[in-house]
């Protein structure tokens, strides 16, 4: 209690600075204590802790500038998804990119993995109408990579859970920081970035992964710990990358198990998603990695990607987004058709 007791009593000695500034510095009336009231909330929510009143003010500013933008957003013409003020709020779209994204082009597109086979679903047909994975038992629960770019991990030990799942009939969290200390030989980098090739490389080099009980999730890189990685909990004998720039390749793989997906996900309404069937601008150039753990349709007709994020639950549709699918570019909205594979187990 006392330590809210001081945050609360620091938050609003800042803020008391930030209202005089408003105030006397650029002249104008104190028009601003809804939103300045807005953020106090929002620090306390969040647990922000700033190291001045200095710092406060500069996040202030951002805060402010992200809110307006939220809400002309949300105020105008209705496309099917909303935004929100989320704990992201405070960072600009630079910085949120620099710290919540992390993935790395492959260095070079193969058919498959070492055994060169072909894309094994090429001729799957039987591709039900809408599918979500979390039903079948075949997800685990949303993480949280932190301002770790470990997103390569995440949608990897994701498809590998789901395979697991799948070919075990056991769901287990498998070790993201396992890959974070211990996969740092070839392009993949911990909280520097990686990609799921690279990952699925180092599962089958190493035998498997151990559990995220055994080797939990510290949201930094530390030295591997090879004591705790001898215990395979779940193993993968493979790996295949679906056919490049196909939406109909990725339903096909995605209607058989969870698939790890790249994407252009730093832009400012990625970063503020909150729900809907994301149609937003963006490019292809892919900065991210989730996984892609089902579809569907909405009842207006509106076709969808189910993917899973690694911001936490506070993110998206508790942790999950919705974006739109057969689109008509070939790369897929914000290129999530270019770069997606999956474990064989």
């Not at 209202?19 to 002249?27: D, K």
């Not at 685990?140 to 498809?159: L, R």
């Not at 506070?314 to 909205?333: F, P």
């Amino acid at each position: 209690m006392a330590k809210k007791n001081q945050l609360s009593f620091l938050t609003s000695a800042a803020l008391l600075v930030i209202l005089v500034s408003v105030s006397e510095t650029l002249c104008r009336p104190l028009g601003e204590e809804p939103l300045l009231k807005q953020y106090e909330e929002w620090i306390a929510i969040h647990g922000r802790v700033y190291n001045d009143a200095a710092e406060t003010a500069k996040r202030y500013e951002i805060f402010k500038e992200n809110v307006k933008r939220i809400n002309a957003f949300n105020d105008g013409k209705d496309v099917g998804y909303k935004l929100t003020v989320n704990k992201f709020a405070d960072l600009t779209n630079e910085e949120f990119r620099a710290s919540h994204t992390g993935y790395q082009s492959r260095p070079t597109r193969v058919l498959s993995s070492v055994d060169a086979k072909p894309f094994n679903y090429a001729n799957f047909n039987a591709i039900p109408a809408a599918l979500d994975w979390r039903t079948k038992k075949a997800v685990t629960s949303v993480k949280d990579q932190g301002d770790c770019g470990s997103c390569w991990a995440y949608s990897a030990v994701a498809a590998m859970e789901g395979i697991t799942m799948l070919k075990k009939g056991k769901l287990m969290s498998l070790s993201v920081q396992e890959l974070v200390d211990c996969d740092v030989n070839g392009k993949d980098s911990g909280c520097e970035g990686g990609y799921m090739d690279g990952a699925f490389k180092f599962i089958i080099s190493k035998g498997g992964l151990t559990t995220e009980e055994n080797y939990p999730y510290r949201g930094n890189e530390q030295t591997c710990n090879s004591a705790k990685t001898a215990n395979h909990a779940a193993s993968i004998t493979g790996y295949q990358d679906v056919p490049a720039n196909s939406e109909k390749a990725l339903l096909q793989a995605v209607a058989n198990q969870p698939v790890s997906v790249a994407i252009e996900g730093g832009g400012f309404e990625f970063q503020f998603y909150k729900n809907g069937v994301f149609t937003g601008s963006c490019g292809t150039y892919i900065d991210h990695a989730v996984t892609a753990i089902g579809y569907g349709k909405t009842s207006g007709g509106t076709k969808y990607w189910l993917l899973k994020n690694s911001w936490g639950t506070g993110w998206g549709e508790g942790g999950y987004m919705r974006i739109q699918r057969d689109v008509s570019s070939k790369t897929g909205l914000c290129g999530l058709a270019m770069n997606a594979s999956y474990p064989t187990a």
